[in-house]
């Protein structure tokens, strides 16, 4: 199970370069931004998704200011139709809680039954997401974080949205 020590050890060991910022535990967006955290821009709002059918989930990063327009997430992911899956798929899936969804949550899906897509405007660029607690993110290499759970077995990519 990686919790926030886990993920930061992680990093440690693999020398990625990252700063983490400590906060109350906030469960949507905003509520972050109502703490004095730095470079608010570069930080993902995270959507848990799955298919009408159950049998595919997606972990979607993308910049904090979007609206989530899931039928067009559905068309750039080639999916069936999408709705926000459940708080118990998401324990059970990711071993996180409501609103600690985080693209490090697939460190926690043994079977990599997860998709994580990160949006493009991350790409060259620092990536704000949980360290798999509401209480604190991290700010490190968006190709890194790619990186990390690819090595995991983790499909991830890139998407333009």
Known sequence: MHQKADVLSLLDSMGIS????????VFTIEELYDHDIPERERIAKNLF???????????????????????????????????????????AILNLEKGEVTPFGALNDVEHRTVVRISSFFRDGIIGVHPNTNSATVFLKATDLVRIL????????????
Do not use: C, W
Request: glycine content about 4%; overall charge negative; cysteine-free.
């Open 150 to 161: 690819q090595e995991n077995g983790t499909d991830i990519s890139f998407i333009e949205l």
């Open 49 to 91: 998704l799955r298919n009408d059918k159950k049998r595919s989930y997606y972990l979607i990063s993308i910049p904090g200011d979007m609206t989530a327009d899931l039928k067009s997430l559905r068309t750039v992911l080639g999916s069936r139709p999408l709705s926000f899956a459940s708080v118990e798929d998401l324990k």
């Open 18 to 25: 990252y700063t983490v910022s400590e906060h109350p535990a």
